[in-house]
């Protein structure tokens, strides 16, 4: 008797263990369309950005501006360091050369007679979400400008 409990008690743990991994479901996988809604991290590009605007070789105008790029929560993990910072809190890493090539780009496409007024800055802030968005693997939900200033 001392035996079969000394075997069975065992045998019927790991019996026990088996049936709730094969018989209870697992946690859901996260929904990745409702992550890449979910507001995350800041992602806070180092350094302004001087770009020569479209109006032409006779008026060269230029602009100066700093970018921020409000990352959804299902791109957190791409960044450095996991992206443990909470939504809300701006975190300053290293500019990604990829993004930093998109902003410039879209800035570039404009006037300075656009970017002088709100709506302008609001249609370039449009077009960046929609490249990054499209161009990489992270999905941003929103641009702000830390700095602005055309010339």
């Given amino acids: 008797m001392k035996k079969i409990l ?3 008690g ?3 743990l790991l019996l026990l263990v088996a049936a709730k991994m094969f018989l209870m479901p697992a946690a859901p996988p996260p929904d990745e369309k409702a992550l890449a ?3 995350g991290p800041i992602y806070t590009m180092a350094e302004p950005f001087v770009v020569n605007l479209s109006d032409g070789a006779d008026t060269p105008h230029f602009a100066k501006v700093g970018v921020a790029l409000r990352l ?3 791109s957190a993990a791409e960044l450095p360091a996991g992206g443990h ?3 809300g809190e701006p975190v300053v890493i290293e500019a990604d ?3 930093r090539d998109i902003v410039i780009a879209t800035l570039q496409a404009h006037s300075s007679e656009e970017l002088s ?3 302008g800055r609001e249609k370039v802030k449009k077009e960046i979400v929609k490249e990054v968005n499209k161009h990489t693997d992270l999905k941003i939900l929103d641009v702000y400008y830390t700095e602005f200033a055309v010339q």
Avoid: N, T
């Fill in 6 to 8: 000394m075997i069975g």
């Fill in 10 to 12: 065992p045998v019927l």
């Fill in 37 to 39: 809604k979910e507001p």
């Fill in 72 to 74: 959804s929560m299902f």
């Fill in 85 to 87: 910072a909470k939504a």
């Fill in 97 to 99: 050369p990829e993004l």
């Fill in 117 to 119: 007024h709100s709506e």
